[in-house]
């Protein structure tokens, strides 16, 4: 039994996704949060910066943005300069002031679906059109159609929105898929906002995230990083995300955007990353093992139910799972009635699909894949 084995009571703790079935015999296998302690040095940390007492208005520490340079470094061999950092409460964020910052109202900003609920949301909320294109599964692997997202691109598209590994399909795009993209941009003069929160959860071990704006310089003059602990070290209760922009104008474009409507980032947030950055390293490889063994078992599990089906999960803590050949009209309603909470794939514009957040203990996970498997049996 490991540390990730342990079953923590988070009922009544005020937390989103076990409180959304407050008082129910439903396991929330829904939002993007783990069911797992965080590391111990991010703990520490707070406690730390509690036992000081005083919450006022708060700078990152002067130690941040080089650490934040040396983990993009190790990790994924991205050379930054500290100066293309911005600092932003959370992610979403970062989706709606890069479409307020390129272009103007009325132009349109493309991106793959099935995909993160915000990414949908975003562009209308600031007045931009949204342009979808529908990710491809080609022999049991979903890719990217070039030629539909080629023909999707107008003289008004602006804007792509990438997410890489991708939430919910579990893709961590190669790089001949980025370099195809970066192409795109390129030919199209379009700027790219690169969602990659989840970059430090590649399952795979004979893979490794890739940013897209390292690929060349060219790139990352047109492109818009979000990157965050949050995923990686389940510290999203604390707002701290960042974005990664080296072209001085384009930075200043979304500076502009945040305006005075963004908030700072908050005190434990930045405690929480630094310690996060610094320290969390053995925990992550650990996690990383453990989330390899829940990946495994759910496929596994799919598999073997009748008319569900999923891909080959390279990345992420969720699973993206085919109902459509159950027959059933409202599959994230059908298992809820069976005591698992899962998001529904119209979320997601992915009608017919419904996705299991796997980053809890491996009993919990169990459990839930048994009542989805007496669910489906009861009702054959």
Not at 208 to 222: G, N, S, Y
Not at 298 to 322: F, K, N, Q
């Amino acid at each position: 039994m490991t540390e990730f084995d342990q079953i923590i009571d988070r009922r009544g703790t005020g937390s989103v996704k076990w409180d959304k079935y407050r008082d129910r015999d439903i396991l929330p296998l829904w939002v993007a949060d783990m069911d797992f302690r965080s590391p111990p040095a991010v703990i520490e940390a707070l406690h730390e910066r509690v036992s000081h007492g005083i919450f006022g208005y708060t700078a990152p520490p002067d130690e941040l943005p080089g650490v934040i340079a040396e983990h993009l470094r190790n990790e994924f061999d991205w050379e930054i300069d500290v100066d293309w950092l911005v600092w932003l409460p959370g992610l979403v964020t970062g989706l709606n002031v890069a479409c307020c910052a390129v272009g103007q109202e009325g132009d349109a900003v493309a991106t793959l679906v099935p995909v993160y609920p915000p990414f949908l949301s975003a562009p209308s909320l600031t007045g931009r059109q949204l342009v979808t294109i529908r990710l491809e599964q080609t022999n049991g692997r979903w890719g990217i159609d070039f030629d539909r997202l080629e023909q999707s691109i107008t003289p008004r598209t602006r804007l792509f929105m990438l997410c890489n590994p991708h939430n919910p399909v579990g893709r961590a795009f190669d790089r001949q898929e980025l370099e195809r993209v970066a192409d795109l941009a390129l030919r199209f003069d379009l700027i790219i906002c690169s969602d990659e929160i989840h970059a430090g959860l590649i399952l795979d071990q004979d893979k490794r995230h890739i940013p897209i704006a390292a690929l060349a310089q060219e790139v990352a003059d047109r492109t818009i990083t979000l990157q965050a602990p949050s995923k990686t070290f389940n510290i999203p209760g604390l707002g701290c995300s960042f974005a990664v922009i080296s072209e001085p104008s384009l930075r200043r474009a979304f500076k502009r955007a945040m305006g005075m409507l963004v908030p700072h980032v908050n005190t434990l947030g930045y405690t929480a990353t630094l310690a996060a950055y610094r320290y969390g390293e053995e925990w992550h490889r650990e996690l990383l093992a453990y989330l390899r063994g829940n990946r495994d078992l759910v496929e596994t599990t799919i598999r073997e139910l009748p008319g569900l089906s999923t891909t080959h999960l390279e990345a992420t803590y969720l699973a993206w799972i085919d109902t459509r050949e159950t027959g059933l009209t409202d599959p994230g309603r059908f298992f809820e009635a069976a005591g698992v909470g899962l998001s529904d794939g119209r979320e997601f514009d992915g009608n017919g699909f419904v996705r299991l957040n796997f980053g809890c203990p491996r009993p919990l996970l169990q459990q839930a894949l048994q009542r989805m498997r007496d669910a489906l049996a009861a009702r054959a």
